[in-house]
């Protein structure tokens, strides 16, 4: 799950984007306003952290802008404004939650689980595939009851083609959801990721569950969209 953190505090970016990477989120970072809508526009985030007091364009009217435009990402607003009347205001420019600092890191990553559940419509916090199960809470992975162990980027593709299970990913969906904006579309890193996958899901006797359409990108099920494994 890709997301667009936008704080213009240098420290609590970098610790925020720290922890949140190492939750196998990608983690882009705007320091201002513009900048966030900039983001907003170009990229397909799963989720939006916005804090409220930003240089150039404060959050609310970020916020306000990027429903003007019809982008419908989730957005997450920190403050440390704790005034009923800013909830308000944030919750009326179209945020989907408020969280006042300071906060425990542990609380933000739940009400960012809660938020990217909600998703078209509400999802599961444990995911299944096959015999294939993936606790999205606990990131952990089991195959036939045999738990898998998987590198952060690993688990954050996995949980991917997990959410969009049977449906065919091309790279450059997958290099939007999972990456951030650091990730080179010339190399072979998600290549690299799928072989890794494939071989730590393998299991003697049970058939793949990552299968590759030539051309056209990966998915992940008990038989493949296109015939092949």
Known sequence: MRILLVEDDAVIASS???GLREEAYAVDVAMDG???VYHAAVNPYDAVVLDVMLPKRDGFAVCRELRRRGI???VLMLTARDAVRDRIEGLDTGADDYLTKPFEFGELLARLRALLRRGPALSPTVLR???LELDTHAQRVTRAGRE???TTREYALLEFLARNAGRVIGRAE???HVWDDNYDPLSNLIESYI???RKKLSVPGLPPLIHTRRGAGYSLGEASPGGKG
Request: a negative charge.
């Open 195 to 197: 072989n890794r996958l």
């Open 148 to 150: 898998v162990a998987l």
């Open 34 to 36: 513009d900048a966030a």
């Open 129 to 131: 595939v096959g015999d």
């Open 72 to 74: 419908t990402t989730p």
């Open 16 to 18: 925020l984007s720290k």
């Open 174 to 176: 997958i290099s939007d």
